[in-house]
């Protein structure tokens, strides 16, 4: 198979597009033939040694943990799947090697649900982790209806899917964002309100009976300290970046496969309350090109690999 690798900790000069083997297909794994993979930070600071001191990697390494495609085998004990189905996950082993920058890649049942029928493939392939994120953090704090939420990084990557989710949960958000995406975070169903000091007087002038949640998608003491500033409780704040939000009484979520869970995004998005903004998609030989597109941080929706 042609897939994207990487000799040893790097950025995107070390990318190459090579062949490999297919992988193999353990008991409780199906191969799925990638149609569309999705391009997160994670994957560039993975391959960069960021998560080295606490995630085995194993070279040549093949990035890449967001994956839409078609099942083309099954392990000989999997009955959840059958190939020809079509399925999307957020792949993530014990150890990093066989991503799914690559025409194959093989996924444990636990890391994958149902392709929502709604989505693009593109589409499909850049909801796994962001949304995941974003609706595991959710869940943490409790949202619900009538809740009033403010979500930091209301235009970013997670911030977008935790608008549209917690909308699609009854409550009210208010999402804080540069000016130039205000009209994004609207069309998302948030209220927006700017970066910056005095953030938590305009949060307090839109929700004057205050706020019920909130979710930190950005970092910072901006966001860690006008979000418990605001709250009455600690316990209904998360953070996503900032570890001292649990020593504070809060939540640090670091997002795990579910397959329950992407099913839920799932029917969201086939209900019409989920949208996947792709930025652009690039072929999977232009991987490196992806990778710095992504670290410039100036891409508002999905940067997507589609993979012939």
Do not use: C
């Not at 959710?138 to 970013?156: E, F, M, N, P």
């Not at 949060?203 to 019920?212: H, M, Y």
């Amino acid at each position: 198979m042609k897939a994207i690798t990487m000799n040893e900790y790097g950025g995107p000069d070390a990318l190459r597009l090579t062949d490999l083997p297919d992988p193999k297909v353990a008991p409780g794994e199906v191969l799925i033939r990638v149609r569309a993979a999705g391009v997160n930070p994670v994957d560039w600071k993975l391959a960069a040694g960021g998560l080295d001191p606490i995630m085995e990697t194993h070279f040549p390494l093949v990035p890449g943990w967001d994956v839409a495609g078609v099942v083309e085998r099954v392990g000989f004990d999997v009955e959840e799947y059958a190939p020809g189905d079509e399925v999307f996950g957020y792949i993530r082993k014990d150890a990093a090697q066989l991503g799914a920058y690559a025409e194959y890649v093989s996924a444990h049942v636990r890391m994958l649900a149902r392709k929502p029928a709604a989505l693009s493939w593109e589409q499909a392939a850049g909801v796994p982790l962001a949304g995941l994120t974003a609706y595991q953090a959710i869940k943490r704090v409790g949202v619900g209806t009538g809740d009033t939420v403010l979500v930091h990084a209301a235009a970013g990557g997670v911030g977008s899917f935790a608008v549209q989710i917690a909308v699609a949960l009854g409550a009210r958000v208010i999402g804080t964002a540069s000016a130039r995406n205000h009209d994004f975070v609207r069309e998302l169903g948030a209220e927006p309100v700017a970066y910056g000091p005095g953030l938590a007087d305009r949060v307090a002038e839109s929700a004057p009976e205050g706020i019920g949640a909130a979710l930190d998608f950005v970092g910072g003491e901006e966001a860690v300290g006008t979000s418990l500033h605001l709250l009455d409780r600690p316990d209904r704040f998360a953070s996503i970046v900032e570890a001292e939000a649990a020593e504070k009484g809060g939540h640090y979520v670091w997002v795990r496969p579910d397959p329950a869970d992407l099913t839920a995004l799932a029917d969201l998005a086939d209900a019409g309350k989920l949208t996947v903004p792709v930025t652009r998609v690039l072929p999977l030989a232009e991987a490196a090109q992806a990778w710095r597109l992504n670290a410039e941080g100036h891409t508002r929706g999905k940067l997507v690999l589609s993979v012939d």
